[in-house]
């Protein structure tokens, strides 16, 4: 059974721009959350979609969004790019949103804001 | 505030030592805790889950401890191997459904030769 998928793997933007990060639960995986990791904050929860609905956002300004479609796949989107949202974008799904689930996370996208 | 606490932030061991690892949390209501072993520059992959009834959990060389009324938990690693080397993130996820998980900013573990 594949893993949890995100593209790319690596990306490099320049501030200003804007970015799209893609992410592939598990088959047959309705929940999908999508974090941000760097060195000095750790993992910080973006938000989490369960059959194309956001369950629940995290405390990030208004140029992070994200949608899921109906084959769970999930996309997160980052507007006018900043030096600071350089980080580990890591996605991780689970079979539903009950909170006793396991977490599966992918390889995450490292983005590079220049 | 939830929040999760680890210690140490970093540790270095020699190869063959056991090292525990600490979490304390103030996550409220409480369902459950885990911990996470994340390899540089990959995604984290799950050790254990442990809910409020559970003390002990053991996967492998990993063993993790729960008290849930001092609201700790350890993990235990022994016989440390090289491969071991790794961040190790716990992470308490609080009743009530619709809440997000709580993470930790992990232990970095270094296993030496």
């Known amino acids: 059974k594949a893993g949890v998928t995100q593209t790319p793997r690596y990306l490099i933007k320049t501030r200003g721009q804007q970015v799209t990060l893609s992410c592939s639960p598990i088959?047959?995986?309705?929940?999908v959350s999508w974090y941000q990791q760097t060195p000095g904050q750790g993992l910080q929860f973006l938000f989490e979609y369960f059959s194309e609905t956001q369950r629940n956002k995290g405390n990030f300004p208004g140029r992070f969004s994200g949608r899921q479609f109906s084959n769970s796949r999930s996309e997160m989107n980052v507007s006018t790019l900043e030096l600071g949202d350089s980080a580990l974008y890591l996605c991780?799904?689970?079979?539903?949103?009950?909170?006793?689930?396991?977490?599966?996370f992918g390889s995450g996208t490292q983005l590079s804001v220049l | 505030k939830n929040q999760v606490e680890q210690s140490p932030q970093s540790l270095i061991i020699l190869e063959g030592k056991n090292c525990t690892l600490q979490?304390?949390?103030?996550?409220?209501?409480?369902?459950?805790l885990r911990w996470y072993k994340q390899d540089t520059g990959r995604g984290p992959v799950s050790l254990t889950i442990m809910t409020f009834s559970e003390n002990t959990k053991s996967n492998g060389r990993y063993t993790a401890t729960l008290d849930a009324d001092t609201k700790q938990s350890s993990l235990h690693i022994t016989a440390s191997q090289l491969s071991d080397s790794a961040s190790y993130i716990c992470v308490v996820s609080a009743g009530g459904g619709n809440t997000p998980l709580v993470f930790g900013k992990g232990t970095r573990l270094s296993v030496i030769a």
């Open positions: 991780a799904s689970s079979l539903s949103w009950d909170r006793a689930e396991k977490l599966f």
């Open positions: 979490c304390n949390y103030t996550v409220s209501p409480f369902s459950n």
């Open positions: 088959s047959g995986h309705r929940s």
